[in-house]
């Protein structure tokens, strides 16, 4: 499956479009390597997301071609997510 369609599918990315945006960015790594929206995701493959200032990284679980929003998280699991802290402001 490709991987655009997989961050919409699993609703990690609500659009697929916005999945195609931030893989051809280079903000979207599948076992390590870089990946674009068209590179084939299968189960088993660990995904590196990069959002503004937060990384998620999950495990492929299961692909499908639709699935209910209930159903969705089943797709993947988290392995980590980590969210960068803003800078304090000094008075």
Do not use: C, H
């Amino acid at each position: 499956m490709r991987l655009d369609k997989f961050l919409k599918v699993s609703r990690i990315i609500k659009r697929r479009t916005v999945a195609k945006e931030v893989a051809d960015k280079g903000r979207i790594q599948v076992n390590g390597q870089m990946a674009k929206s068209s590179t084939s995701v299968k189960v088993g493959d660990s995904v590196k997301i990069l959002f503004g200032n937060k990384t998620l990284e999950i495990k492929v679980l299961q692909l499908k071609d639709s699935t209910k929003k209930e159903d969705a998280e089943k797709m993947y699991e988290i392995i980590s997510e980590t969210r960068e802290e803003g800078f304090e402001k000094l008075d």
